[in-house]
């Protein structure tokens, strides 16, 4: 009989700083399309500095009625985070937004809502 492997943490390799801001985002909802900002690839960049957050966005046109409503919705959500005391949102035009920045899942929605992609 063999002993069970020991599990060894690396001391030196810290979690994602921002992988619950990430997970938060999944909660703030495209208003045209059922899915998350980040199913639908708006979310280009995001970084946190102490309590500062930064984000970039894209959006699938430059004259989407959409924006201001997304941009307020994200900017409540990631405010709703305990570690997170201020949000700046960038709108970037590069990369443009292609269907090629749905994630797997946003495939699969826009598949299942009759989208061809």
Same mark, same amino acid.
């Given at each position: 009989?063999?002993?069970?492997?020991?599990?060894?943490? !690396?001391? #030196?390799?810290?979690?994602?700083?921002?992988?619950?801001?990430? !997970?938060?985002?999944?909660? %703030? +909802?495209?208003?045209?399309?059922?899915?998350?900002?980040?199913?639908?690839? #708006? %979310?280009?960049? #995001?970084?946190?500095?102490?309590?500062?957050?930064? =984000?970039?966005?894209?959006?699938?046109?430059?004259? /989407?009625? /959409?924006?201001?409503? =997304?941009?307020?919705?994200?900017?409540?959500?990631?405010?709703?985070?305990?570690? %997170?005391?201020?949000?700046?949102?960038? %709108?970037?035009?590069?990369?443009?937004?292609?269907?090629?920045?749905?994630? +797997?899942?946003?495939? +699969?929605?826009?598949?299942? !809502?009759?989208?061809?992609?």
């Amino acid at each position: 009989m063999t002993a069970p492997l020991a599990q060894i943490s !690396n001391p #030196l390799v810290e979690p994602d700083p921002v992988a619950h801001l990430w !997970n938060a985002l999944h909660d %703030v +909802e495209d208003p045209e399309f059922p899915m998350s900002i980040v199913d639908m690839g #708006l %979310v280009v960049d #995001l970084q946190k500095r102490g309590g500062d957050v930064a =984000i970039k966005m894209t959006f699938t046109a430059m004259g /989407c009625p /959409c924006m201001d409503m =997304i941009m307020e919705d994200t900017e409540t959500r990631l405010r709703q985070e305990p570690d %997170v005391d201020s949000v700046q949102i960038e %709108v970037v035009w590069s990369p443009v937004w292609t269907k090629a920045r749905l994630t +797997e899942r946003g495939q +699969e929605i826009m598949l299942l !809502n009759g989208v061809s992609l």
